[in-house]
């Protein structure tokens, strides 16, 4: 009989624990539905994170850029373009636009005037992936003289380096840069103007202040 209590008791005592197991068992496997209701964290459009670059103040768009062109509402419409040779960009539905020679904000004025004709107050972005239609030019005794890609800053001593460094018989001390200046008043077309630079100086650490950034289209001549 004692034996026959004590089954029965800890049969009860047994019922009651599994009883208060089972809702901690069921939230776990079914979280509240607030925490299921919950939405994802919302992902940015691939376009805004693409890789982008600041355009100096003075940057106007020019053949070989790369843009990006986003339609908050009308994605149909958003493309990443190369500004051709003519300046044009193309776009969906918009067909050829030009680009070359405004500034990133003109031409987002310019797109938005042109889409509005087609859709009701169109929101329009415009970004610079990439800027390849600002160069400067090197010139004589390099390892590779040619034209490269200026994008925002770029010095003397840098663009040397670029070009593979000065050439065995180079006169570093005599290297000029051909600078196109604004034309003077009453005078037509640019001036240009000269200024020496001395790499081997530079080199030694002295006369560093010489080693100037450089200006779209600026020219440097390694005799």
Known sequence: MTKLKMSTRAAAVLL???????PAAQTAQNPPAAAQARPAAPQPPPQAVAAQVVPPADYVIGTDDVLIVMFRREKDMSA???????????LPLLNDIQAAGLTPDQLRETITELAGRLVEEPSVTVMVKQINSRKV?????????????????MTVLQLIAMAGGLGEFAKGKDVLILREAPAAAGRPGSQPTTIRFNYDEVQKGKNLASNIELKPGDTVIVP
């Open 137 to 153: 030019f090197i010139t004589g005794q390099v390892a590779r003289p040619g034209a490269y890609p200026f994008g925002t800053r």
């Open 80 to 90: 990443e373009v190369v500004v051709r040779p003519d300046g044009k960009i193309t």
């Open 16 to 22: 009651l624990l599994t009883a208060a197991a089972a």
